[in-house]
């Protein structure tokens, strides 16, 4: 089994403890070490990237440590990958915070 830890309730993206490919099953754990939820991964990624915990519309901050730190350019499903690819960083020009 593969895990991700998730470290704030207002988050929607955990970070990978583990490098992952398409169908692993990802557990993710809060702070307490306690599961939150089962992610089936959608894509291979490095361990210590962003992993979807839930479907993110185009437009949806996303929120990491309980911070925002940009926002979805595009649908990113449940278990993708959350990257320079579907997310507008607020240090790249994001103004509309």
Do not use: W
Request: aromatic share 8%; charged share 30%; proline share 1%.
């Amino acid at each position: 089994m593969k895990f991700a830890i998730y470290l704030h309730y207002k988050d929607n993206v955990a970070t990978l403890l583990d490098e992952v490919c398409l169908g692993d099953l990802v557990i993710v754990k809060d702070l307490k070490g306690e599961d939150l939820v089962v992610l089936q991964v959608e894509e291979s990624m490095p361990h210590g990237y962003k992993i979807a915990l839930q479907e993110i519309e185009a437009k949806t901050y996303l929120v990491k440590y309980g911070e925002i730190i940009g926002r979805a350019n595009r649908l990113i499903r449940k278990g993708s990958m959350v990257h320079i690819h579907n997310l507008d960083s607020l240090r790249g020009g994001f103004k509309d915070v």
